[in-house]
């Protein structure tokens, strides 16, 4: 086994690699990929009517047009020389892909909450894709170049002094770490800081499945339905049930003893097709729900289709045990979310469907939350970009090598201020990016149904 000081030195190494500063020079390369033809080549396995839905969510803005190129930056980012420090990727660090739920034990937890694309990967991966949804994100709340650089340096600073200190706790320690949210009220120096969070500690303590159940279902022939909202929810016909009642099945079976028996107390009452997201537009997507013994006690759990990730093609070939992982889609997200998450939902598990894909299984609420972005003032946009690159830092420390990555980033801030510098030039490239597909619709190249 190496010893911390080598660990720490083959981090610095990594710097003849790749140098810190060289992360912020960036230029398209002279074959990049055309951003409309990746976008195509993803949807060509996708629901084919829902892709409209998708292009016009995408058009909204550039931030959510970023939401859904995940594989547009995938390619990019695969263009250019990497440290080699590998972790486990959450492979779609924006900003919205943070936010709370529920530990096992009701805490109310702040940690990354979307694996879709998750895979091993070279760490500064998340750190740019994160730093330059900051960077769009505040373009798009009309903060100049100057404030949008210094939230976008937030989010690195805080990763990097997040990485330097788990470099210096022991296994165990980091591995329980954790940002509960009763943590998080001190750390707001503002009254309207911590006014902005309790009220949205509340929301999320309330998204539960019974106030799903009160959202999504109707009184319909004496029972309790899943509300038609076509195309975004649509329930099954019977002949469509039994192949999702074989996939829940099977879903079942990848639980842990104890969770199948608690899944058990429950009763199968519907089921329903449920658009999700922006960038995952498109894949297919069940809401199941599910009744307890009292008839007052709703659960709904949701189905998700989990393809390759859009880094696998930018990656070099797993070794053998990580591949039967990545082999399974849904084993993927579930493995990369019991990698980096503090807790995990005690119903994550995967499954196989029908015509042999891939899907994923979990809870559809569990008191979930998000931050709303867009009112964010300045100096709240650089605190939660701070925010959620500790968060990210404490995720690739469970993961990959801390002691490695905090030997490569140094005492400096010269990884931080360069990829600052990066994610300023990618939100450039973002707002071009978008007006090529805002352009596309307008000439009927890309077909969009705007506002759904």
């Known amino acids: 086994m190496t010893t911390p000081a080598e660990r720490r030195r083959h981090g610095r190494a990594a710097r003849e690699r790749v140098s810190r500063s060289a992360h912020g020079r960036w230029i398209p390369a002279a074959d990049r990929p055309d951003p409309l033809g990746v976008l195509e080549r993803q949807g060509a396995d996708r629901v084919a009517r829902l892709l409209p839905i998708r292009h016009g969510r995408m058009a909204e803005s550039p931030f959510a047009y970023l939401r859904g190129a995940a594989a547009v930056l995938a390619a990019d980012l695969g263009a250019l020389p990497d440290t080699g420090l590998t972790v486990q990727l959450c492979g779609d660090?924006?900003?919205?892909?943070?936010?709370?739920?529920?530990?096992?034990?009701?805490?109310?937890?702040?940690?990354?909450?979307?694996?879709?694309?998750?895979?091993?990967?070279?760490?500064?991966?998340?750190?740019?894709?994160?730093?330059?949804?900051?960077?769009?994100?505040?373009?798009?709340?009309?903060?100049?170049?100057?404030?949008?650089?210094?939230?976008?340096?937030?989010?690195?600073?805080?990763?990097?002094?997040?990485?330097?200190?788990?470099?210096?706790?022991?296994?165990?320690?980091?591995?329980?770490?954790r940002v509960d949210t009763a943590q998080l009220l001190p750390l707001l120096a503002k009254p309207r800081q911590r006014r902005r969070a309790e009220a949205e500690f509340a929301r999320a303590r309330r998204r539960t499945s019974l106030q799903a159940f009160g959202k999504l279902t109707e009184e319909r022939d004496g029972r309790r339905r899943i509300i038609s909202a076509p195309p975004l929810i649509e329930p099954l016909r019977k002949t469509e049930l039994r192949g999702v009642g074989k996939v829940f099945s099977d879903y079942r079976a990848t639980l842990a003893e104890d969770r199948r028996v608690l899944l058990d107390r429950y009763r199968f009452v519907e089921a329903a097709t449920k658009v999700v997201g922006v960038g995952s537009v498109g894949t297919r997507c069940y809401i199941v729900l599910l009744e307890g013994g009292n008839g007052h006690d709703p659960l709904f759990l949701q189905l998700k289709e989990a393809g390759r990730s859009v880094l696998e093609d930018h990656l070099p070939p797993l070794r053998a045990d990580a591949e039967v992982l990545a082999h399974h889609g849904g084993r993927r997200v579930v493995t990369g979310q019991h990698l980096m998450q503090a807790a995990g939902d005690i119903f994550l598990g995967w499954t196989t469907g029908p015509a042999g894909r891939h899907f994923y299984g979990r809870q559809l609420r569990d008191m979930k939350g998000s931050a709303d972005i867009a009112d964010f003032r300045p100096s709240g946009l650089r605190a939660y970009a701070d925010l959620c690159g500790r968060t990210l830092a404490r995720a690739h420390a469970r993961t990959g090598d801390r002691l490695a990555i905090a030997g490569y980033l140094g005492s400096a801030d010269t990884f931080a201020e360069a990829v600052a510098d990066f994610a300023l030039r990618y939100a450039d490239r973002t707002a071009a990016d978008h007006g090529e597909l805002v352009a596309a619709i307008a000439d009927g190249r890309v077909a969009a149904t705007p506002g759904v």
């Open 93 to 177: 660090a924006h900003l919205l892909n943070f936010g709370l739920y529920a530990s096992p034990e009701r805490a109310l937890l702040f940690d990354v909450n979307d694996f879709d694309e998750t895979f091993p990967g070279p760490f500064e991966w998340d750190v740019k894709r994160l730093a330059a949804s900051v960077a769009v994100a505040a373009r798009d709340n009309g903060q100049d170049d100057r404030r949008a650089r210094r939230a976008a340096l937030a989010a690195a600073q805080g990763y990097a002094t997040a990485m330097r200190r788990l470099a210096g706790r022991g296994e165990l320690d980091v591995w329980y770490a």
